[in-house]
């Protein structure tokens, strides 16, 4: 699990140098190298200063941090993978259930950052890490920033492509926590089908063809001032008829499909917000005190929330299920 | 602007609670003793300067009143947690800011720390300034967002534009043409003029941006005194340090009254508003409040410093406020006769 990482001029690369035994518990040791004239690079001083003040069960605590002179640790709880891993290893979409319980534990860590008017700005499978248990916690807060009450303008290269929604591909910097909804969004369907649900090329134009191709080519009735955004040409976005399908969403069971639409809404003020997500009817199969626990308390102490074995697994191939108890189409 | 509701209002209490604990664990500011802070050669002028001089940098490098106001609490954190030598004070205030722009400035406003500190005219160099950015990120634990003053001028607007939408359109919290933030701008750059006022650092922030707000309020609206008991009541400040806060911030804003640039925007404020159908223009509103201020103060202010802290104390009950509201309409001076809503 070392990913090299060259975020910015300001590091040379950051790795985790895993597995730590210290006081008998488990570490990850996160080292990030710099560069000398610029000091502790920024992403590291955010990410420190948010994790010191961010106590939540789904959100990676930080134990220490150790500066020398050229280098910076972090030393993380240890968290045996992460939500992209575990999607490879069990490919073609996960278990129904267990996306439930996933889905549930991002939104409370996003309810939780978004009344602090925090963002994380940075979703991605990669940054959200997976227990044994299945406990998700949201980590890589580097692009986080604290955000004060009213909108200021941020600058738009934050998010990876495949996660950006389309107001900011089209050139607003006026987002919010409708920002990390859309990534959210994004990462649920993801799971359900096993593959990016908006997986673009590589410019913005081409990612936000994909997205029209999903949800249609947004127009003043549908999405109010879309047309002053910077980026937004008229004409610019015409699709072939037969691409203008919403295959993709129609395949859902009603309930994730009412959810995953509500996350995944054009327009930004449309987006449902975290906190209202957890009341939605999807959630309403898990059971009823996950809603009211404290911050810090895991879902997983709730008597009947366990993960159940998800079906395809590539290092158990054996294991496979009878092709009868398969679901029946490559649908979620 | 979004149309606000109760769950924008609940939202904003939380958001105000966790500053407020924020602020109750991190601010921390130096203690003066004789004209020193004490422990450290520093004198309060030295640390004023400095703080204005911080201003001057914040503004030359585009930062936001954020970064200034988070820059100067991380200064006054560590002024109170080491023992500073003054040579070193530049040196402290500048790392102090360069820290909280990276904490809140996007990095291509940033720039590098090289061009940083030759713009800012200092001969530091870059390996000072990376030690003190390792000695700040030790001695204060790498726990640097304090709640700042700004961030409550920020919370308390929202919660004024949410809670209380009628006042929207008669004190211009974002009426007409001008902006939502516009009342927030004005309120920031007053709260930045305090923190370099050595005498009001002993106040908190929450505490600081209330007082100043509380001002305007007083002065914009019949009905400052029902919003201020209910912020005082959400933001559980403490009211004889509130009273005493408002008072020296009432001072130290009229003796710079002159160098403020507020006057002039008021007269902007009017010309948005006058369509609105606003029979007196603010200049003659504001010059009749601040005399009526001034006068009123000097008889009235221990009755009407007991009836607050009384009204307050017995939790201000709806009928009490109700009462004080009608009272305070018909007559507009800044201090509506209390008394009778108490009694």
Known sequence: NNAATTLTSYILFTFWAFLLRINGQLVALKVIHMKTEEGVPFTAIREASLLKRLKHANIVVLHDIIHTRESLTFVFEYVQTDLAQYMSQHPGGLHSHNVRIFVFQLLRALSYIHSRRILHRDLKPQNLLISYLGELKMADFGLARAKSVPSQTFSSEVVTLWYRPPDVLLGSTDYSTALDMWGAGCIFVEMLQGKPAFPGDATEFEQLQTIWAVLGVPSEDNWPGVSQLPNYKPGQFTLPASCNDSTLLNQLPYKTEDLVQKMLKAAPADRISAQDSLQHPYFSTLPAPIRHLRDTVSIFKVPGVHLETEVRDVFNPGRRLKPTLLPTAKCW | ?????????????????????????????????????????????????????????????????????????????????????????????????????????????????????????????????????????????????????????????????????????????????????????????????????????????????????????????????????????????????????KEMVDEYLRSLEFSLPANAVYIFDSAQIQDEERARSPMQRLGQARRGRGSAEQGDCDEYYDGLRHLYSEEASPGAEGSADVSAQKNVSPCPPLHPAVN
């Open chain 2, 1 to 245: 602007m979004k149309n606000p509701g109760a769950a924008e209002s609940r939202r904003l209490v939380v958001l105000l609670e966790a500053a407020l604990l924020r602020e109750a664990r991190l601010w921390k500011v130096p203690v003066f003793r004789n004209g020193c802070i004490q422990g450290a050669d520093i004198s309060s002028s030295q640390h004023q300067d400095m703080i204005l001089w911080l201003g001057d940098m914040s503004r030359m490098f585009h930062f936001c009143p954020e970064t200034f106001a988070l820059g100067v609490c991380i200064l006054n954190r560590l002024l109170s947690t080491v023992k500073a030598q003054p040579k070193y004070l530049k040196c402290i205030a500048f790392t102090s800011l360069v820290l909280a722009a990276k904490i809140n400035e996007e990095d291509e406003v940033i720039g590098s720390m090289k061009d940083l500190v030759m713009q800012s005219g200092c001969n530091f160099s870059t390996a000072e300034i990376l030690r003190m950015e390792r000695i700040i990120l030790d001695k204060l634990h790498w726990d640097l967002y304090t709640a700042t003053p700004v961030d409550f001028i920020h919370i308390f607007h929202a919660l004024l534009v949410s809670g209380h939408p009628h006042l929207v359109p008669s004190i211009g919290l974002g009426s007409g043409k001008t902006p939502p933030d516009f009342q927030a701008v004005l309120w920031t750059r007053q709260v930045q003029h305090c923190m370099a006022c050595h005498q009001l650092w002993q106040f908190k922030g929450s505490t600081l941006a209330l007082a100043i707000i509380t001002l305007e309020l007083e002065v914009l609206t019949p009905d400052w005194f029902s919003v201020f008991t209910d912020l005082l009541k959400k933001a559980q400040i403490d009211s004889g340090e509130f009273i005493h806060c």
